[in-house]
């Protein structure tokens, strides 16, 4: 017996779009190319929104509230705010610093005690304050005119080589030689010596103040033999003439006219051992550069007595006029 099964109705699966392959399908044999499908128009699209939506009012009181912090933090070009008014000058001060009061004779004379005292001792830090305690009290007023001991004066000139004491013991006995007095003192101290000695390893301020000193001490008779007894007179001066600026070249121009001074006894003559010439020759170099027009009459004096001392010598031939119209 045989059994019959329904039969099923099969049907071709079909859509738009394999409907739409099949029909777009590409013939060898046809003329004309398929269109393609045409895109849609603007005017199908829907319009944009033309207008923005309202605010809240929780928005726009958070918005206006915005704009005026705003407003206040960075303000506006044309609020008073931003208007610079022109500043007006403060008038000038008569304020004007009063001088140090003037020290007494008897606050002086412990001065002066208190610094013999501390330049005895064997610490450097003590000598060092006796000096800048010295020089706080003499320098400022040179006028004061003290009366300086010899111990005193031995502890300043002991300082003289030393790297941190040169610097204000120069200035102390600077201010020192300017009284008379102090001359005599510093000389029978050592002073001289001790300057020219020095001069070499001191710093041009503090050579230029040695200088000036050495030069007021050859004020003093005693003064003046000491330094034309000195064997490295001549050379420290002729290597401080190179060196040295205007004030100090003119110092040092000074002391060689002292030692080849041509009124001193033959005596004083015969222990000059440097020879005129070269000295000559050192001072015209010395000229032609940076010199005060009253280092350059003492120069051309120097060279006069240096051409008398020669007599018709190489010196001879250097003209001190022309050495003076240079200034």
């Known amino acids: 017996m045989k059994t019959h099964q329904p039969k099923l109705k099969t049907q071709l699966f079909s859509c738009g779009f394999f409907g739409h392959c099949t029909r777009s ?48 933090r960075f ?73 300086c001991t010899p111990e005193l004066m031995r502890g300043i000139i002991a300082n003289l080589n030393t790297k941190t004491g040169s610097k204000p013991s120069t200035k102390i006995l600077l201010a020192l030689c300017l009284a008379e007095s102090n001359r005599h003192i510093a000389v029978e101290a050592g002073a001289v010596g001790a300057v020219i000695e020095s001069l070499p390893e001191m710093e041009d301020p503090a050579a230029e103040r040695a200088l000036a000193s050495l030069e007021l001490m050859c004020t003093v008779p005693e003064g003046a033999a000491e330094v034309r007894a000195h064997a490295l007179s001549v050379p420290a001066m002729v290597m401080m003439m190179g060196r040295m600026a205007a004030r100090g070249k003119e110092s040092a121009i000074s002391v060689l006219g002292v030692i080849f ?60 006029a022309t050495v003076v119209g240079r200034s």
């Open 25 to 72: 399908v590409l013939s060898p044999t046809a003329s004309h190319s398929p269109s393609l499908p045409s895109l849609p128009s603007a005017s199908d699209q829907p319009p944009p929104h033309s207008r923005r939506p309202p605010l809240l009012d929780s928005e726009s009181s958070s918005s206006s509230a915005s704009q005026s912090f705003t407003q206040w």
């Open 75 to 147: 303000p506006l070009p044309h609020s008073p705010i931003f208007t610079q008014h022109p500043s007006i000058p403060d008038p000038p001060s008569t304020f004007s610093i009063p001088p140090p009061p003037s020290i007494s004779a008897a606050t002086l004379k412990e001065i002066l005690h208190l610094a013999e005292l501390q330049l005895c001792s064997a610490s450097d830090s003590d000598r060092l304050a006796a000096l800048q305690l010295l020089e706080r009290s003499l320098v400022p007023d040179p006028s004061l005119d003290p009366d």
């Open 261 to 320: 001074d041509n009124g001193v006894s033959p005596e004083a003559e015969s222990a000059v051992t440097a020879p005129p010439e070269e000295v000559a020759r050192a001072v015209v170099l010395a000229l032609q550069g940076d010199s005060s027009a009253r280092g350059r009459r003492k120069g051309a004096r120097l060279l006069k007595a240096l051409e008398e001392q020669q007599e018709g010598s190489s010196t001879a031939g250097v003209d001190p």
